[in-house]
């Protein structure tokens, strides 16, 4: 949807409530503590509905990235479309400019919209392209195709010496999805974990380039190999589609946010690998989007638990 549709549609915050409520319970309005689909709607507050059962009050916002937002609801769709509809990412700076307010609601509203990106349900199969890249810093660029651990220890002693230089794993399905992972380090028993997670091992194959710990995946995938010291590609063994997803995030976080930390990285490679993954999607991307991000409940606590004060920070801006 454009902006002037958006706007148009969802003028109100009621009418925005409206979608919103009915994109995550449908036609009958469940309790968000014990399920119970007996509630009441509050007459003095019409966000917030009674559960007849637990007795607690809530309303749609609760568990989801809009929760304690104090941000118009028309306003967070304007922001969640112009995140949408941009190719390569786009600024608080220029969210600010455009929705007014401070600079940190804009940043705060964008980062949660991230959130509301992340793709639970990632299952990659057929032929898959695993690879690694490096981001920030400006450690020695990794030669493609060595395959020595003195290579690996480079790079992590690099990263030691007080660079912010970090290691991200990608696997990419041909015409599929792509799912990355920030790794620290870039070991058999680290990628593996991936591969496992978010990889089908029957019927799949692997193409990965020479790398040491990529060969270790053998015992557990069928895996062709591309020796990057001959050739770029043989055929179908190659990893053009994930070298292209990543020049295009490098590319894309050049050109709208200059640099990212290593703590907020996870979010804006959520960000890229939605537009990724949506890029060739022909419906209306503004209600998968929010259907995505007001199932979000667990991958917050995720996000929460893992760095709890800062993620959370982060994430609400408090
Ligand atoms: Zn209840």
């Given amino acids: 949807?454009?902006?002037?549709?958006?706007?148009?549609?969802?003028?109100?915050?009621?009418?925005?409530?409206?979608?919103?409520?009915?994109?995550?319970?449908?036609?009958?309005?469940?309790?968000?503590?014990?399920?119970?689909?007996?509630?009441?709607?509050?007459?003095?507050?019409?966000?917030r509905h009674t559960c007849k059962n637990c007795k607690r009050s809530f309303s749609v916002f609760v568990d989801t990235i809009f929760e304690d937002t104090r941000l118009p609801l028309p306003?967070?769709?304007?922001?969640?479309?112009?995140?949408?509809?941009?190719?390569?990412?786009?600024?608080?700076?220029?969210?600010?400019?455009?929705?007014?307010?401070?600079?940190?609601?804009?940043?705060?509203?964008?980062?949660?919209?991230?959130?509301?990106?992340?793709i639970k349900s990632t299952q990659l199969n057929g032929m898959i392209e695993m690879d690694e890249s490096y981001f920030g810093g400006k450690a020695?660029?990794?030669?493609?195709?060595?395959?020595n651990e003195a290579n690996l220890s480079t790079a992590t002693l690099k990263r030691g010496r007080g660079t912010n230089k970090v290691s991200v794993a990608g696997m990419v399905q041909r015409k599929g999805m792509v799912k990355t992972k920030l790794i620290d380090k870039l070991t058999k028993r680290n990628l593996l974990f991936m591969l496992k997670t978010y990889a089908k091992q029957e019927n799949s194959i692997l193409i990965t380039d020479g790398f040491r710990s990529y060969k270790d995946l053998d015992n557990y995938i069928d895996r062709l190999e591309i020796n990057h010291k001959k050739s770029f590609s043989k055929g179908i063994v190659h990893i053009n589609t994930i070298e292209g997803f990543w020049s295009y995030v490098k590319n894309g976080i050049k050109g709208s946010y200059k640099s990212i930390s290593k703590k907020y990285l996870p979010f804006y490679l959520v960000e890229y690998e939605w537009k990724f993954n949506n890029r060739n999607y022909?419906?209306?991307?503004?209600?998968k989007f929010l259907k995505n991000a007001l199932n979000q409940e667990k991958e917050l606590e995720y996000w929460k638990a893992k760095d709890s004060k800062e993620v959370r920070e982060v994430a609400y801006g408090n």
């Fill in 140 to 147: 020695r660029k990794m030669e493609k195709g060595e395959d």
């Fill in 75 to 118: 306003k967070w769709f304007v922001v969640i479309t112009m995140m949408l509809n941009s190719k390569s990412g786009i600024s608080a700076k220029e969210i600010q400019r455009n929705i007014g307010g401070s600079y940190k609601t804009s940043y705060y509203t964008a980062m949660r919209v991230r959130i509301g990106m992340l």
């Fill in 282 to 287: 022909r419906g209306d991307e503004f209600e």
């Fill in 1 to 47: 949807m454009t902006i002037i549709e958006v706007q148009k549609k969802y003028s109100t915050q009621a009418k925005c409530l409206k979608l919103l409520e009915q994109l995550r319970w449908g036609k009958v309005v469940k309790c968000t503590y014990c399920g119970s689909t007996k509630t009441n709607r509050q007459k003095s507050e019409q966000t």
